[in-house]
């Protein structure tokens, strides 16, 4: 059998193996922001519609079996052809990416959920009076999913987004993703840059990077970066 990353000229050259006979990598998305609970009301959170990630699961739906591990605003943005799971708060998503990637060895990552980096020490169990006035709330940092998903799947193929702050240059955020991909040993970062998220955007990996003027070529490119892998 030859390697995955050339089935598909293998597929193309012999044209009587069917490309639905190919059996591809599975794929887990994440998408949308985590919501950590302050009380039984509030939580903290991030801004992410999950809107990115729903195109990506749509995309490679077409040539994968793809689960999208959701907030609730996500899930609504997928269609048939993707299982649509939802996750709460910061280790509620990371019981359910662990539980995926050990099931699923060898398979794709596309971590793209904006991940709560805090916790409340003690959230109040009942909804916290809003008479109460001044309210002083302890964080701790909650656990880096991404640094821990090659420890539960050494073969996981992991693509890791970054978002850079907004007076991020381009060079820049090259280096602010190549030490993203050193870090968390991913085969690709996907980089943009707050309050330009429509433009400015990068793709890293071992051999290099490429800048794009449109996000919406970056992700054209990121897609067909993994279908060729599946």
Known sequence: RPPRST?????????????????????LITAGATRNPIDAMRH???NSTG???????????????????????????IGEGVDGQEFGDTRDL??????????????VVVH??????????????????????????????????????????????LVTFKAAGPDTGA????????????????????GNVIGALGATSTLVDALGSEAFERRDDALSALVARIRAVL
């Open 112 to 157: 793209a959920a904006a991940v709560g980096d805090y916790e409340v020490s003690t959230p109040a169990q009942s909804k916290v009076s809003s008479q109460l006035g001044e309210w002083t709330l302890t964080l701790r940092p909650t656990p880096k999913i991404a640094d821990l998903i090659p420890q539960w799947d050494p073969q996981v193929f």
């Open 7 to 27: 089935l598909f000229p293998y597929t193309t050259l012999f044209r009587s193996v069917r490309l639905e006979d190919h059996i591809s990598r599975p794929v």
């Open 44 to 46: 903290i959170s991030a």
């Open 171 to 190: 060079e820049e955020l090259v280096q602010i993703c190549r030490k993203q991909l050193l870090r968390t040993r991913s085969q690709m970062v996907f």
């Open 51 to 77: 809107r990115t990630s729903a195109h990506i699961a749509m995309a490679l739906s077409r040539a994968s079996q793809v689960t999208l591990l959701g907030s609730p605003q996500a899930l609504l943005r």
């Open 94 to 107: 990371l019981s359910k990416m662990k539980a995926w990637v050990q099931a699923n060895p060898g398979g």
